[in-house]
Each structure stands twice: as structure tokens, then as C-alpha cells.
């Protein structure tokens, strides 16, 4: 049974000004253990996917189909706050909105701590390579790598067993990105169920950490398999991501 899995779910959005129907027909599973990459061109989905599987999907969304975690149906947003309480963790595309704006990111790393008693502090600055001499600084503050990286940090403290990374290395430079996801890639191996999202395709390949590639297109699913699998592909878009990689 994976941890999180996606069923036939189909998202649309109406706004009043504007109707769209951002996921179409989605079954995706998020096993344990795994490092499972969500690819695909800008504006596919794959946030949506991020924000269906943490139960955050916005206000003018409605769904059918059904997100279960650890096998059993998620219906109800206490539910959904219980689990985002812990068992579910997410790295936010815009990192600072992991951090509430007044209190030092130092402070709000060691109230995470307080709360969850998961892992120590310096483990999850150092998994995420978050220098704690950022620590008195106010999330505006911080740069975007500095960010990024906190709120990675504060993701890993509650030790979540479905961790979801959405552009983890976006703002870093290519040696900090690579350590970033060998951590990732230690995190899952600790059992956790790990759904990155990403479009550093070079780095990604470059690790070799994915046990699992999904691609999207136009808010459907389009190719999902091992990575092994995967990289044997004549599908054009798959070739493509892998030529822009180098590979
Ligand atoms: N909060 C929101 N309210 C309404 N529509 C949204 C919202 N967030 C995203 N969308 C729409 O959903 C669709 C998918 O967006 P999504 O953010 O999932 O793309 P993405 O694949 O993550 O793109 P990128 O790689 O650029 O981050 C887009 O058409 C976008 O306009």
C-alpha cells in the first residue's frame, strides 16, 4: 500500500472569471521509501498535484476522485489539518510562505521542535543545509536559497512520512542542490514516502536519486514508472528531458 495515492481525481477550477479544469483523471501512487519525481512543463499541474495531496487545494477548486493516505480515504479538512499536524509535510514552491512574517526563522525552527520532539534542530538544518547563523533573521530577511532551505528544515522537523518538495532546488546553486537531494534521498531511505517536484532535470539525473519519474501534460498523467523503465523511453517529451540533462 503506498503512503499517498491520488484516484482517479479530476480538479476544476472556477474562479467567477475564469473555469478550468487543472487535473484530469490523476491516479498516482507515492510509495515509501521512494523518491518519486513529478515532471512536466510549467503550468501543468504539478503544484495542484502538490496541493491535492496535502489536502490545500485553493477555495475555487472542486474535486472528485479521492486522495488516500496510508490506504484510507481522506474526506474532511480536520482530518487533512491532523495530518499536515505531522504525518504530511510540504516545502512550498514560494518558500517563505512556509514561515509566518514576525518571528524569526530561528525561533519558529525551535517551536517545530517544541511541538514534534521528531528530530533535533541542528539534524534538520543540517539535512537541509540551512546555516543556523540565519537564525535571528525575519523570513524576508533570508535570501531566496536561504529560504528555500529553511523551509526545507522546517518540512524535516516533524520527521513527516510523506514529504512533498515543490522546486527544492530552485534557488540553489548546483553543489548545494546536488547535497539537497542526496539528503532527500537519505530521507527516503529512512522509509519515508518522498514526491519531489522539479524541472532541474540535469541535477535530478545527475544524483540519480529517483527510484520513480511521473510526467504530466496539460493536467493529465502522461508517463509513470521507474526510473529505469523510463529512461528506455522513445516518447519525444521523455527523450527531450532527458537530452536537456545531457543524457
Ligand atoms: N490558487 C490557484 N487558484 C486558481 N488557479 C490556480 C491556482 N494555482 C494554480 N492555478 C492554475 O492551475 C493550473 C496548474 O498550475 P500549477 O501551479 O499546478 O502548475 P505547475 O505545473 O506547478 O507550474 P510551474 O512549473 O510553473 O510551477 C494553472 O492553469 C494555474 O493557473
Known sequence: MPTAELRDLTVHIDTG????????AVNLAVPAGRITALLGESGCGKSMIAAAITGLLP???NSTGQVHIDGAAVRDERTWRQLR???VGLVPQSDVTAFVPDETVGAQLIDLHRLHRARSVEDACAAALYPIDGFDLFPHQHSAGQIQRAALAAALLPAPR???????TASLDTGTGYE???NLREYA???AAVLAITHDAALLIDTGVTDRM???????ITVAGPTTEIRTLEDPYVR????QSGQ
Do not use: K, N, Y
Open 17 to 24: 472569471r475564469w473555469s478550468e479544469t487543472v487535473l484530469e
Open 59 to 61: 477555495a475555487s477548486a
Open 85 to 87: 499536524a505531522g504525518t
Open 162 to 168: 510523506l514529504l512533498i518538495v515543490d522546486e527544492p
Open 180 to 182: 539537497v537531494w542526496t
Open 189 to 191: 531511505d529512512t522509509g
Open 214 to 220: 511521473v510526467f504530466m501534460r496539460h493536467g493529465r
Open 240 to 243: 527531450g528531458f532527458f537530452q
